[in-house]
T-cell receptor, first 111, second 110 residues
Framework: RKEVEQDPGPFNVPEGATVAFNCTYSNSASQSFFWYRQDCRKEPKLLMSVYSSGNEDGRFTAQLNRASQYISLLIRDSKLSDSATYLCVVNPTSGYSTLTFGKGTMLLVSP | NAGVTQTPKFRILKIGQSMTLQCTQDMNHNYMYWYRQDPGMGLKLIYYSVGAGITDKGEVPNGYNVSRSTTEDFPLRLELAAPSQTSVYFC?????????FGDGTRLSIL
């Protein structure tokens, strides 16, 4: 089983749609979790952290299920500018010494 | 508000040449990282450092070397460039927070 596994893409959705990305991780001792966004030919940028209780930031909602080792990202009311690759990222330790990145899921939002 | 700065942004090398990719950060982060990203693939960790004078291998260290003489700088050295090292290289830094990335160096070896 890969350390961090994401839905294969691309996801093609119309503007205004709701889209969900899923991610599973293999290390049950993983401590913290993040979603990064990467635009084409650009660097990854932190989108949001994922907390055990779930968290929301505007149109974005992240959920964590430790028992199932599963993380999700929900995007409501998709915008053209949401088109990017979304990376699921897991920190296997209590510090931030290394992070494990998933390969990413590409989202294409069309008019 | 510089954050993580990488130079150069683009470079073409011939097989067997050497070069150093520069990375500097102004956030006083202890941790610094080098990743490579091949087309359509995820990030792979090459080397990382948890502080000045300390470096550790990541997933794909072969063909690369690093040094960390100061908190700010973490250069990546390619000694004998090979076509398999054609990639986009990202430097990142982090402290008590997730990593911040530089905008990358696109390296082609022909």
């Amino acid at each position: 089983r890969k350390e961090v596994e994401q839905d294969p893409g691309p996801f093609n959705v119309p503007e205004g749609a709701t889209v969900a990305f899923n991610c599973t991780y293999s290390n049950s001792a993983s401590q913290s979790f993040f979603w990064y966004r990467q635009d084409c030919r650009k660097e990854p940028k932190l989108l949001m952290s994922v907390y055990s209780s779930g968290n929301e930031d505007g149109r974005f909602t992240a959920q964590l299920n430790r028992a199932s080792q599963y993380i999700s990202l929900l995007i409501r009311d998709s915008k053209l500018s949401d088109s990017a690759t979304y990376l699921c990222v897991v920190n296997p330790t209590s510090g931030y010494s290394t992070l494990t990145f998933g390969k990413g899921t590409m989202l294409l939002v069309s008019p | 508000n510089a954050g993580v700065t990488q130079t150069p942004k683009f470079r073409i090398l011939k097989i067997g040449q050497s070069m150093t990719l520069q990375c500097t950060q102004d956030m006083n982060h202890n941790y610094m990282y080098w990743y490579r990203q091949d087309p359509g693939m995820g990030l792979k960790l090459i080397y990382y450092s948890v502080g000045a004078g300390i470096t550790d291998k990541g997933e794909v260290p072969n063909g690369y070397n690093v040094s960390r003489s100061t908190t700010e700088d973490f250069p990546l050295r390619l000694e004998l460039a090979a076509p398999s090292q054609t990639s986009v290289y990202f430097c990142a830094s982090g402290g008590n927070q997730p990593q911040h990335f530089g905008d990358g160096t696109r390296l082609s070896i022909l």
